[in-house]
């Protein structure tokens, strides 16, 4: 008798817990971020030399998200400008859920965990296990119109002992799988047979657009499955940092993905990379005159996938400098 008392108050209690405790034997997968280098559109796929998607901007409105570049004209900013990417090639898949209040305006974000290889995906923030420190709020902006992650990655321009120079403005993200890793084959829990729940979050993910044009929406669902990547292209809102004040020299561009480690991950030592630059003002200036009419020159001197410090005084030469970048136009994504 006190036995079936005992069982029935445990099924009331485990009816109110809202976040199922971990069974016995059963293996959570986490996922694991691996951050480019600045300027590798589709990820790091072992060349620096692919990795050309940045360049100098000089803009007319420094308070613009995303200013047309100019060459001449009252100059408000420089930006230097690049493209990040994020790939994860964890053990299960990156799944966020963001949820709010009707009335609140910002929505709180719960991280979900595959439960062991091709098994059961939470399908709902209340499912979700991990409270996390990140938010959601929908950007109106023209561009966007969607739920934005925010906190998910930085960017920094810092010194070679590694003081911050300039950090990004604070930026958000809609997350997805927006390309396949070049080394998912490596990956065992890459995304593969079609009839598992890790394939049909995938073919999710590959479409999410973040609720678009419904601010209403109360719960969103983002992330990256294993194996895919997603990208940030340098001329979307806030891909860049501002250089305007910046004096000549050499300098490490450093981006960071899960900054605050509020996500939980497999590992944490590639959440980082960076590229060595050297900024140099016209006319072997040392600082940028009080008045703007040409943009500086930055040489990329070393591309450093996964680590965050890369300017070093030994064998660092110009390689590639923003006078020299071309970019062909080209159909523009935004997320
Ligand atoms: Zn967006």
Not at 66 to 82: P, T, W, Y
Not at 145 to 151: F, P, S, V
């Amino acid at each position: 008798m006190g036995r079936t008392w005992i069982a029935g108050a445990l099924a009331v209690l485990v009816g109110m817990v809202v976040i199922p405790p971990a069974t016995a034997g059963e293996q959570l997968l986490l996922p694991d971020l691996r951050q480019a280098p600045p300027g590798c559109p589709g990820g790091y796929l072992g060349d620096p030399g692919q990795c050309r998607d940045w360049d100098v901007c000089m803009v007319a409105d420094a308070a613009a998200p995303n200013g047309e570049c100019v060459r001449s004209g009252s100059i408000g900013a420089v930006r230097l400008r690049f493209t990040t990417a994020e790939d994860n090639i964890g053990d299960g898949p990156l799944l966020l859920f963001g949820h709010r209040d009707p009335n609140s305006s910002t929505m709180y974000v719960k991280q979900g965990f595959q439960s062991g290889r091709h098994g059961p995906i939470p399908g709902s923030y209340a499912e979700a296990r991990q409270q996390t420190q990140n938010s959601m709020y929908y950007e109106p902006a023209p561009m966007h119109q969607h739920w934005h992650l925010m906190g998910f990655e930085r960017m920094q321009l810092r010194t070679p002992r590694g003081g911050t120079v300039v950090t990004d403005r604070k930026n958000g993200f809609c997350l997805g799988d927006r390309y396949g890793v070049g080394d998912a084959y490596k990956l065992p829990n890459a995304v593969r047979d079609s009839s598992t729940p890790e394939y049909r979050l995938s073919t999710y993910l590959q479409e999410n657009m973040c609720a678009p044009k419904d601010p209403s929406v109360t719960e969103v669902k983002v992330g990256i499955s294993v194996g895919s990547g997603d990208d940030y292209q340098y001329d979307v809102d806030f891909q860049w940092l501002d250089i305007t004040r910046v004096p000549s020299g050499t300098y490490d561009l450093v981006n960071t993905v899960n900054s605050n480690r509020t996500l939980h991950e497999t590992d944490y030592g590639n959440n980082s990379s960076s590229m060595a630059i050297s900024i140099q003002w016209p006319g072997r200036a040392a600082n940028p005159p009080a008045v703007i009419t040409a943009p500086p020159v930055v040489s990329l001197l070393r591309s450093c996938p996964g680590q965050e410090h890369c300017a070093t005084k030994a064998g660092m030469r110009p390689r590639v400098s923003s006078d020299q970048i071309e970019h062909t136009p080209r159909h523009q994504r935004h997320h």
